[in-house]
C-alpha cells in the first residue's frame, strides 16, 4: 500500500522549534521531488518548501526561507522539515507530496493526511 505519513506537529511558543516528518512506505522516495505544503483555516493551501530527488536542489517560499530546511534521508525513506524560529502565522496543518518527477514541478501524486502545527503563547 502507497502511503505517506507525516509526524511532529504539535503545539509550541513563538520562537520555538518542530521536526516534521515524511515518512513513504509501499514505493521509494529515491525517484521523487517532495514537497512541503500547509493550509491554515479559512486559507489556501500553499507551498512552503521542496526537495528534489537527489536533495542538490531545495527551494522555499519566502515567508519561512532563513527559518525552514528541508532534507531527505534515501535510506530512511523519510523527508524532513526543521522549522525554527516559528511564528504564529506558521499555525496550519502541513502536508507532504511527492511529485511525479524528480524535480519540483508539475503534478503531485502521493499526498500524506497532515499533521497539525500549532504556533500560539
Known amino acids: 500500500q502507497v502511503q505517506l505519513v507525516e509526524s511532529g506537529g504539535g503545539l509550541v511558543q513563538p520562537g520555538g522549534s518542530l521536526r516534521l516528518s515524511c515518512a513513504a512506505s509501499?514505493?521509494?522516495?529515491?525517484?521523487?521531488?517532495i514537497g512541503w505544503f500547509r493550509q491554515a483555516p479559512g486559507k489556501e493551501r500553499e507551498g512552503v518548501s521542496c526537495?528534489?530527488?537527489?536533495?542538490?536542489?531545495?527551494y522555499y517560499r519566502d515567508s519561512v526561507k532563513g527559518r525552514f530546511t528541508i532534507s531527505r534521508d534515501n535510506a530512511k525513506n523519510t523527508v524532513y522539515l526543521q522549522m525554527n524560529s516559528l511564528k504564529p502565522e506558521d499555525t496550519a496543518v502541513y502536508y507532504c507530496?511527492?511529485?511525479?518527477?524528480?524535480?519540483?514541478?508539475?503534478?503531485?501524486?502521493?499526498w500524506g493526511q497532515g499533521t497539525q502545527v500549532t504556533v500560539s503563547s
Open positions: 526537495i528534489n530527488s537527489s536533495g542538490g536542489s531545495t
Open positions: 507530496a511527492t511529485y511525479e518527477n524528480y524535480y519540483c514541478s508539475g503534478p503531485k501524486n502521493y
Open positions: 509501499g514505493f521509494i522516495l529515491d525517484y521523487y521531488a
